[in-house]
T-cell receptor, first 114, second 119 residues
Framework: AQSVTQLDSHVSVSEGTPVLLRCNYS??????LFWYVQHPNKGLQLLLK??????LVKGINGFEAEFKKSETSFHLTKPSAHMSDAAEYFC????????????FGTGTRLTIIP | GAVVSQHPSWVICKSGTSVKIECRSL??????MFWYRQFPKQSLMLMAT?????????EQGVEKDKFLINHASLTLSTLTVTSAHPEDSSFYIC???????????????FGPGTRLTVL
């Protein structure tokens, strides 16, 4: 069994300040972890993924995330927020065994304050 | 590469009618496609997993007779919402995995979604 908890349903930051979106996971097997972004009425775009290689993962648009097994966390960060980062962000887990089903977190809405 | 399209992007229909949504992998072959639905301001919920040439596997609570899935080729899967009712109104999103890269690290490529409104 696997699950994802996104600790904040809504995060607001000022433009140019750091972004932190929190995610904790549980999985019976060694997991793969993903962050996706969804802009209004759009599909999902992959920001980055962790698949048992380097624990610090760099993604697109300046985002990165660190896999911490001891804390079962996979928080998403960005040093400096941009207005275009305003969107919904989903943390996703997949067990590296058996099927390819993804389990989505409930999402975090990121608002950027000008 | 790895582009997934959906058609239509939005549809409005009357209650009791059926609606078909297409999901296509444009530049790769997809042995597996997934169908999700997303209610407003909520997360994606997996409805079913579709493998080319075989019957779809539905998640618990999803009516297979209401949501008909056909995966007739390696580039096309369809979802038909039969006898649609207002509670079926939702955002339906498909995804696909590439046939040649099964195993760990497979990425699902998502379509842009189809917004269904049932009046």
């Amino acid at each position: 069994a696997q699950s994802v908890t996104q600790l904040d349903s809504h995060v607001s930051v000022s433009e140019g300040t750091p972004v932190l979106l929190r995610c904790n996971y549980s999985s019976s097997y060694s997991p793969s972890l993903f962050w996706y972004v969804q802009h209004p009425n759009k599909g999902l775009q992959l920001l980055l993924k962790y698949t048992s290689a380097a624990t610090l993962v760099k993604g697109i648009n300046g985002f990165e995330a660190e896999f911490k097994k001891s804390e079962t966390s996979f928080h998403l960060t960005k040093p400096s927020a941009h207005m275009s980062d305003a969107a919904e962000y989903f943390c996703v887990v997949r067990a590296n065994f058996g099927n390819e089903k993804l389990t989505f977190g409930t999402g975090t809405r990121l608002t950027i304050i000008p | 590469g790895a582009v997934v399209s959906q058609h239509p992007s939005w549809v409005i229909c009357k209650s009791g009618t059926s609606v078909k949504i297409e999901c296509r992998s444009l530049d790769f072959q997809a042995t597996t496609m997934f169908w999700y639905r997303q209610f407003p301001k909520q997360s994606l919920m997996l409805m079913a997993t579709s493998n080319e040439g075989s019957k779809a596997t539905y998640e618990q609570g999803v009516e297979k007779d209401k949501f008909l899935i056909n995966h007739a080729s390696l580039t096309l899967s369809t979802l038909t919402v039969t006898s649609a009712h207002p509670e079926d109104s939702s955002f339906y999103i498909c995804s696909a995995t590439q046939a040649k890269s099964r195993g760990f690290g497979n990425e699902q490529f998502f379509g842009p979604g189809t917004r269904l409104t049932v009046l």
